[in-house]
């Protein structure tokens, strides 16, 4: 049987009638899969993200929460380096504003306060269901390398940590992960671990038709999801 937190993540969904999971709820499900998620806090309100701030410590990254809007930057939703109490209150409005002048009908749930991961490779893990075999994971490199060079591999669900360590060296940029051009490697274990129980957490839960981890920053020792997506 799954865990009950996992009902009641989807619960609060489909009772607020959303057909997807803010980032928040995919990364408070990554994370009863033990996938590395940053630390993060819905606040309601300016104070309590200023709280919240100094409980994760600065830098901090600020991001809207709000159920018309799936797309956080399109909708000027994203400051990152936030680095003090004011830049958090300062953050806060901003974000709360650029939400309103975007769509006036945004129905604002809170502002995400999170642990600012350092900069590393970009790297996106997603999910779609295949209607024939079902979920399907990628993986890819981010920006250019999925957006213009399509270079991304594919698995049908549910792949062991072999098939995960195999959908890596098959794209084709995969020199980058290990270090090419000066740039620091990628720890591929890791990333592999990551498609591995993502794919467990796929073959758990039907709800998830899509899925997004984009970007998972990457460093020569470990890795992080800093942003998660999942339609339902
Ligand atoms: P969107 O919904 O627009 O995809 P993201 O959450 O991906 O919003 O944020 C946009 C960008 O901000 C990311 O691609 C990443 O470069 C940066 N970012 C977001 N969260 C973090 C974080 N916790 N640490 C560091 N950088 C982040
Ligand atoms: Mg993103």
Known sequence: MRDPKIDEIFKVAKDEDRNFLYEHEAKALFALYD????????????????????RIGYPIVLKIVSP????????????????DDQGIRDGFKKIVKNAKAYN?????????????????????VGSTTDPTFGPTLMFGLGGIFVEILKDVSFRVAPITERDAAEMIEEIKAV?????????????????AEILHKTSKMLMENPEIKELDMNPILAYPDSARIVDARIIM
Not at 39 to 47: K, L, N, S
Not at 68 to 83: N, T
Not at 107 to 116: N, P, S
């Open 35 to 54: 996938l590395p998620v940053t630390q993060i806090h819905v606040a309601p309100t300016e104070d309590e993200a200023v709280e919240a701030a100094n």
């Open 175 to 191: 020199k980058i992960l290990d270090g090419a051009r000066g740039m620091p490697p990628c720890h591929k274990p890791t990333l």
């Open 104 to 124: 006036a009908d945004a129905e604002i749930t809170g502002i995400l306060v999170q642990e600012m991961a350092p900069n590393g490779t970009e790297i996106i």
């Open 68 to 83: 018309q809007i799936l797309h956080k930057s399109d909708a000027g939703g994203v400051i990152v380096g936030v680095e």
